[in-house]
């Protein structure tokens, strides 16, 4: 997956948000907490991508090559994916979507109504 369609999926998350940080991260929020990352690489595969997964998804995942426990966030159960090819866009897309629903769940009940996901 390259960073553009790794923006437009997340763009298609309800009230998903982009910012750039760290110095030319793509960096996707929900109610102001980090989802998902596209850690910016000058080669053609478009950058590292990492995410919040559940504690079973990180068990499963960090086992997979080309994903690592995300630095940083692997305490917090984000993998880093470090090959293009260590999951298809399905699967992965798959994973997006259920990272922004584990960090949306975990929003306070007030911001969960606030975005109407409550």
């Not at 009230?15 to 989802?35: D, E, L, N, P, T």
């Not at 068990?59 to 305490?75: H, T």
């Not at 699967?91 to 409550?118: F, M, V």
């Amino acid at each position: 997956m390259t960073r553009d369609q790794f923006d437009a999926f997340c763009g298609t998350l309800p009230k998903s948000m982009h910012v750039i940080q760290w110095g030319g991260a793509s960096v996707w929020k929900i109610g102001g907490k980090i989802f998902a990352i596209c850690h910016h690489r000058a080669d053609a595969s478009g950058g590292k991508i990492s995410f919040k997964c559940s504690d079973l998804s990180y068990s499963l995942l960090i086992e997979v090559p080309g994903i690592l426990p995300a630095p940083y966030l692997a305490r917090a159960k984000w993998v880093q994916i470090d090959q293009a090819d260590a999951l298809s866009d399905e699967d992965l897309k798959a994973y997006l979507a259920n990272a922004h629903k584990l960090i949306a769940a975990n929003l306070s009940r007030k911001l969960q109504a606030e975005l109407g996901l409550a």
